[in-house]
Structures are given as structure tokens and as C-alpha cells.
């Protein structure tokens, strides 16, 4: 399956390591890749995560990275976004390098806040970008009970 990426899976952000696991699956790298159609993306939560929003028209066309991954992978891709009780993979067009069209599955934040949708837009996601919005690693977060903060987590971004 092909997969679109835009966020902390891209090469060089936070979670792009997990493409290098080879007991997760095999992976292609097939270049960057231009939603067709626009969507929200923003940073959101105090854990300053990449979202796009499912609401076509509005936003900008998102530039990312287009993924040939095996079952494997795309079932160690799904646990990481958490598939589908907090992100949801959905098939949308990507316009790829060489200027044709590809369907991929994308992770998209479903049932979200409307209040993201005040948030600054992007056309692009680096954790280190001018936004300086630094994306907060999982083994970083303090937590004082697990259960506790992904119900914050949640409740912040999620209806």
C-alpha cells in the first residue's frame, strides 16, 4: 500500500526512525509527494502534534512523503497513529514528483475540536520549523499517571 506522510514520520523528524525498524516491515521511499486537494494541517496540543483535518477545500495542499509499505509496516504505521481510535487512515489523491496521481493512505484526525480550526495552517510540518512549535517525544512527556494524561491528550484535541 502507498502511504502519505506529512508530519513526524517524514525523514529527519522525530518519528521517522520507525521506517528503519526492518522487524516492523519493508518500506520504499517513492519521493515527495502534494495532496490535490487542501486540507487543515496544525500543531496542536501541549505535545505540539502535527494534525490534518478532514475538511477538504479549506487549508492548503500538503506536501509530505509518499510510502510503499508492506502489511507489516503499514500495521506498525497503523499502531503508532493509533488506527482508528485516534487517527483514522483514509485513502486521498496525492499528485507525486514525476506529476502523477496516487492514491494514499493518509492518517487524518477525525471528531476533532473545532477550535483547531483557528490554529495557524501549514503547507508543510517540520518539528523544528520557524513556528518554533518542537514536537515532544513520547519518551519525553511526564506523566504522572498514563491513563490520566492520554485522557488530557485527548480531550484536547478530540470532541
Do not use: W
Amino acid at each position: 500500500m502507498k502511504v502519505f506522510v506529512y508530519g513526524t514520520l517524514k525523514k529527519g523528524q522525530p518519528n521517522s526512525k520507525l521506517f528503519d525498524n526492518t522487524k516492523d516491515g519493508h518500506y520504499e521511499y517513492l519521493g515527495v509527494g502534494l495532496t490535490v486537494n487542501q486540507y487543515p494541517l496544525v500543531i496542536a496540543s501541549r505535545f505540539n502534534i502535527p494534525f490534518m483535518l478532514p475538511v477538504e477545500g479549506r487549508g492548503n495542499k500538503i506536501k509530505g512523503e509518499v510510502y510503499e509499505v508492506d502489511e507489516r509496516m503499514l500495521e506498525a504505521l497503523d499502531a503508532l497513529e493509533r488506527h482508528p481510535v485516534f487517527y483514522r487512515r483514509e485513502m486521498i489523491p496525492v499528485t507525486s514528483e514525476d506529476g502523477s496521481t496516487v492514491d494514499c493512505g493518509c492518517y487524518i484526525l477525525f471528531d476533532f475540536r473545532e477550535e483547531l480550526l483557528e490554529l495557524p495552517f501549514y503547507e508543510s510540518y517540520d518539528s523544528k520549523g520557524s513556528h518554533n512549535l518542537e514536537y515532544i517525544q513520547h519518551n519525553k512527556r511526564e506523566t504522572t499517571s498514563d491513563k490520566d494524561e492520554n485522557q488530557k491528550f485527548i480531550s484536547s484535541v478530540k470532541k
